[in-house]
């Protein structure tokens, strides 16, 4: 039987929680990896979608790096729960809608379940102190330990020489003269770390791991919460934020318009959902109509995507309008000139 | 030889195909084959990556059309 200490990792397919991994590794223990989808994650998605990167190598980094250290990965959805941590977080929000201090709590409290469920001893993540201007921090750090239910047993190698002793320590399972004393922003000792270890090709995700650092994004989700009045999503809302370009032209109604043929093709797949906008006289994108929207409002939605259309300077477009239930009409519309779809409409 | 089980996971962006994936083999016993269905390109990679760290074996992948069809071998502990 194996006697070896079972540790549990975040990974989160960045460089950070890999080297942590790395380094518990090294001291002989048992790790195990656990990636969250939470339905933000910066994933694939956009590449599956979009046609021009559809050719290109595609990799889930998460699993890329559990294959590098030769460990485990257990991915677990966690769609529905995760709803409460972005609608409701106690400590807040980012610089945008992303609320990464309960986010953090949120997830080594699911992996402290994970560990109690299976038998391992400890959790062990890639944070590092002053990385992240919210949960990263000196004075939050303990919070993420004690919210998730963690506490002692929750080790951040890449930092822990810098933070007091934790079980895995105290207790000897770890030498914590082993482990790391990074601090601060700077990823130069990190990837000399990667270097010593040979590894190459890692990802290097801008800002952070999900969606809700990015302001677009989170201008769209608080667009939806604003139109709905109320503040709720399901999965299928938020991907679509990720897909072609959002217009408002009317408080009670957006139009997505998909702006390829990738993300015509995704769009596609929402007609049951969706009144459902596409050019027939020209070539042109597919666009779905969410909201409520009358006779004069669905003319001015077929009057934007003909603009949208190669027939924007013809005389008349004719866009076919099919409702959810396939019922469906060709209008022959003017095409909305430039100058009248205000920079107010997009989202 | 095991038992045959298909999952259908057209439609999902990845990782869901490989979340449903993994949900549906922990249900399964060593030998089972499992033929998941999906639309996803993405899956082509991430379903064998997965496989290949969890101790599973990928039989094979086709392609028809959209659909991309991946028969996998359950792997034991
Ligand atoms: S960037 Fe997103 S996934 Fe990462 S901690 Fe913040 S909210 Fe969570």
């Given at each position: 039987m194996d006697t070896r200490r079972k540790a549990v990792a975040l990974i989160s397919g960045g460089l950070d929680s890999m080297l942590a991994a790395r380094l518990i590794l090294d001291q002989g223990i048992h790790v195990e990896g656990i990636n969250f989808y939470t339905g933000f994650c910066v994933e694939g998605h956009t590449h599956a979608i979009r046609r021009k990167d559809r050719d290109r190598p595609k990799r889930n980094n998460a699993l890329w790096v559990a294959e590098k250290l030769g460990i485990k990965l257990h991915i677990i959805d966690v769609i529905e729960e995760y709803k409460d941590i972005v609608i409701n977080p106690r400590h807040g929000y980012g610089a945008n809608l992303n609320p990464?201090?309960?986010c953090k709590g949120f997830m080594v409290r699911k992996a402290r379940e994970w560990m109690e469920e299976n038998g391992f001893d400890f959790i062990i993540t890639g944070e590092v102190i002053g990385q992240r201007p919210m949960s990263q921090r000196r004075d939050t750090m303990p919070v993420v330990a004690r919210e998730s239910g963690?506490?002692?047993?929750?080790?951040?190698?890449l930092s822990a020489r810098l933070l007091p002793p934790t079980l895995p320590e105290e207790k000897g399972w770890v030498d914590r003269t082993r482990l790391l004393d990074l601090s601060g922003r700077t990823r130069k000792p990190q990837m000399a770390l990667a270097e010593r270890y040979g590894l190459h090709d890692?990802?290097?995700?801008?800002?952070?791991?999900?969606?809700?650092?990015?302001?677009?994004?989170?201008?769209k989700l608080a667009d939806l919460w604003q139109a709905r009045g109320r503040r709720d999503y399901e999965l299928d809302d938020i991907m679509l934020l990720k897909v072609g370009r959002h217009l408002r032209p009317r408080p009670h109604f957006k139009l997505i318009i998909g702006r390829e043929e990738g993300e015509n093709n995704y769009l596609q797949g929402y007609r049951s959902q969706f009144t459902a906008l596409r050019t027939v006289s020209h070539p042109g994108p597919l666009a779905l109509l969410d909201g409520e929207a009358g006779p004069e409002d669905v003319e001015l939605a077929a009057r934007v995507v003909a603009r949208y259309s190669q027939g924007r300077t013809a005389p008349r477009v004719e866009v076919e309008v099919t409702d959810p239930d396939g019922a469906h009409r060709i209008l022959r519309v003017p095409p909305l000139p430039a100058a009248e779809i205000p920079q107010e409409w997009h989202i | 030889m095991g038992t045959r089980h298909t999952l259908d996971a057209r439609r999902q962006l990845c990782p869901l195909p490989v979340i449903r994936t993994q949900n549906k083999i922990r249900s399964l016993e060593k030998g089972d084959i499992l033929e998941v269905v999906c639309t996803d390109p993405g899956a082509l990679h991430d379903i064998p990556a997965w496989c290949r760290i969890?101790?599973?074996?990928?039989?094979?992948?086709?392609?028809?059309?959209?659909?991309?069809?991946?028969?996998?071998?359950?792997?034991?502990?």
């Open positions: 990464c201090l309960d963690a506490g002692g047993l929750l080790l951040r190698p890692y990802a290097q995700p801008a800002g952070g791991c999900c969606f809700l650092t990015n302001a677009q994004y989170s201008a | 969890n101790g599973h074996k990928v039989v094979s992948t086709t392609t028809r059309g959209d659909e991309i069809l991946i028969t996998l071998e359950v792997g034991g502990e």
